[in-house]
């Protein structure tokens, strides 16, 4: 196990967090006079729990992890801010990121004045290993990797991935926010060998909670704590963990197969447009399209009422669309505007 204490900022390492008054009694009656909360029950005049117990008690046996070793945010780009604030001092630490990859790991690194050293992914997607350690100093404090990637929509191999860890002397981020939709397993099972491991998943994709906003966060106890004192005390409001335990109790391996079969069969019926040079495979609930004009067939699909990302002027994804399965309908009427591009009108 590495020091992982001497990685983390200063000033975060000797915090003393907030306390709340719900951290300081621990019981679930009584009467409660400690929160100058007004005391008429509407079901949300109280505070929420600040540690998510229920939530994460629920969340540890979907995932076979320890509830210290999870973190909740409002969405994985609060666990994505919170690495930067924690390990890196701004101004003097780095951090190194895939290119082309999720949009946040730049705005998180620019909101803390973090240099984000991005390193261009091969032209087949795969993981420049050996570019990515010569980018490292000793001021790399984070390493982002996002397996299934966005956009390319590709996994990184085991082997990789456990390659850096060995090697990169911060910690290693991998999101795997689009793990559900892959044939390769998540990385969870490799948190006991590194404690230099955060994995970020997310309620947002397979688990269809995008409007709640509940991002995770897995890593070491030691880690998680440092996730706990610096977040906002009550950073999941009550509704959010309530609904979220209620929808985790639904079983969504269904809706990821139909997700899956659907997958298959755009990539199928893209690949033989004219207008599409190559769909690319896809681990994810996404596609990656190279188009010979990504702009019409993006204004035309917007036109249809159909909207898909633009991709096309991301570095690594130029002439890109990146299309969401949708819907068995939703996917059909994308299908059919794609396939009416540029076909020649018949006159009678
Ligand atoms: C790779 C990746 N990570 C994280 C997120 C954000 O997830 P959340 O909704 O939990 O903030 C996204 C959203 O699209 C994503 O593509």
Known sequence: MKDILSLVRPNIASLSPYSTARDEYKGDIGIFLDANENPFNNGYNRYPDP?????????SLL?????EQIFIGNGSDEAIDLCFRIFCIPGTDNAIA?????????V????????????PLNADFSLPVDNLLDQTDEHSKLLFLCSPNNPTGNCFPLEQITYLLNRFGGMVVVDEAYIDFAEQPSLLTLLDKYSNLIILQ????AYGMA????GLAFAAKEVMQLFANVKYPYNINLSAMEHAERLLARDVCSEVEIIKKE???????????PCVLRVYPSDANFL?????????????????GVIVRNRSRVKGCEDCLRITIGTPAENDNMLSIVSAFNKPLIVK
Request: proline letters at 4%; glycine letters at 6%.
């Open 288 to 304: 990656l399209v190279k188009v010979t004009d990504a702009d019409r067939i993006y204004d035309q699909l917007i036109e249809g």
């Open 263 to 273: 997958r298959m069969r755009i990539t199928k019926a893209l690949s033989t447009l």
């Open 211 to 214: 409007g709640l906003r509940l």
């Open 98 to 106: 895939i290119r082309p990859s999720y949009g946040m790991y730049r």
């Open 63 to 67: 995932k076979g992890i320890a509830p």
């Open 202 to 205: 997310t309620l947002s994709k």
């Open 51 to 59: 540690r998510q117990r229920a939530l994460k008690a629920r969340i």
């Open 108 to 119: 998180a690194a620019d909101i803390n004045d973090v240099p984000l050293r991005e390193v």
